[in-house]
């Protein structure tokens, strides 16, 4: 059974940085692209940023240059730094994996407040 776990969400002051991290298990994590994808309230889910299978990134605009996802096959687990936190980032961030099939992760919580 594959399970994706978030971690490391919370409330952060604008300008400030916070790390989250989706540990997977039940697949083969090598194979599978990896995204973060957010979702604020009364907006639809966005796609955040993306590392395939191979290694490569790509960001949306509004968090390139601030934010970065990376991957440890050894750990199965996916990364996504993210600094200069504004209040616009304030959502719930989810993890996904995509192979032959996709899977979603339960999200959590990032609050950008002073």
């Known amino acids: 059974q594959v399970q994706l776990v978030e971690s490391g969400g919370g409330l952060v002051q604008p300008g400030g940085s916070l790390s989250l991290s989706c540990a997977a298990s039940g697949m083969t994590f090598s194979l599978y692209d990896m995204d973060w994808y957010r979702q604020a309230p009364g907006k639809p889910r966005e796609l955040v940023a993306t590392?395939?299978?191979?290694?490569?990134?790509n960001y949306a605009d509004s968090v390139k240059g601030r934010f970065t996802i990376s991957r440890d096959n050894a750990k199965n687990t996916v990364y996504l730094q993210m600094r200069s936190l504004e209040s616009e980032d304030t959502a719930v961030y989810y993890c996904?994996?995509?192979?032959?099939?996709?899977?979603w992760g339960q999200g959590t919580q990032v609050t950008v407040s002073s």
């Open positions: 996904h994996a995509t192979f032959t099939l996709n899977y």
């Open positions: 590392v395939t299978s191979g290694g490569r990134t």
